[in-house]
């Protein structure tokens, strides 16, 4: 591509993201719905409904992935400093924080707790991507594809 087109599309698509921020915002908004097991802490990490059923879509499609749990961690990188990584995961921690909805576990080390409590877990879709999307109460969200 030429870097004249380039100039030219970089504002439609950074408003376009921007466009699509918003939407996922609301969208994570309406879909997402408490647990009632989970305490009313604003320190709980809460999933919601979206990315509960996407997890027992995954589990349900392979024998091998019946016991995956949602590894939910912050690695050093990416633009802010801090880069937050989604994994399938079949073993915990002694240090891990598990939090659980409708059978779905949601797995935290002590260290990525810190960063990320208080924070909800969805699952989206868009034309573009599929991915666990994290988003903290203050409107900052950060999503993985996975």
Same mark, same amino acid.
């Given at each position: 591509?030429?870097?004249?087109?380039?100039?030219?599309?970089?504002?439609?698509?950074?408003?376009?993201?921007?466009?699509?921020?918003?939407?996922?915002?609301?969208?994570?908004?309406?879909?997402?719905?408490?647990?009632?097991?989970?305490?009313?802490?604003?320190?709980?990490?809460?999933?919601?409904?979206?990315? &509960?059923?996407?997890?027992? $879509? #995954?589990?349900?499609?392979?024998?091998?992935? @019946?016991? %995956?749990?949602? /590894?939910?961690?912050?690695?050093?990188?990416?633009?802010?400093?801090?880069?937050?990584?989604?994994?399938?995961?079949?073993?915990?921690?002694?240090?891990?924080?598990?939090?659980?909805?409708?059978?779905?576990?949601?797995?935290?080390?002590?260290?990525?707790?810190?960063?990320?409590?208080?924070?909800? &877990?969805?699952?989206?879709? $868009? #034309?573009?991507?599929?991915?666990?999307?994290? @988003?903290? %109460?203050?409107? /900052?969200?950060?999503?993985?594809?996975?």
């Amino acid at each position: 591509m030429s870097r004249s087109l380039l100039r030219r599309l970089h504002p439609l698509i950074a408003a376009r993201l921007r466009q699509n921020q918003t939407l996922l915002s609301t969208t994570s908004a309406l879909h997402h719905s408490p647990s009632p097991s989970q305490s009313p802490s604003t320190d709980a990490i809460e999933m919601t409904d979206n990315c &509960v059923q996407r997890m027992k $879509e #995954l589990q349900a499609n392979e024998a091998s992935m @019946k016991d %995956k749990m949602l /590894r939910l961690s912050v690695e050093t990188g990416g633009c802010s400093g801090f880069q937050y990584v989604f994994l399938l995961v079949d073993k915990t921690n002694s240090d891990d924080r598990i939090f659980e909805r409708d059978g779905v576990k949601l797995v935290v080390d002590k260290i990525s707790y810190d960063f990320v409590k208080g924070a909800t &877990v969805d699952y989206v879709e $868009e #034309l573009i991507r599929s991915a666990f999307l994290g @988003k903290h %109460k203050p409107e /900052r969200s950060w999503w993985v594809q996975l």
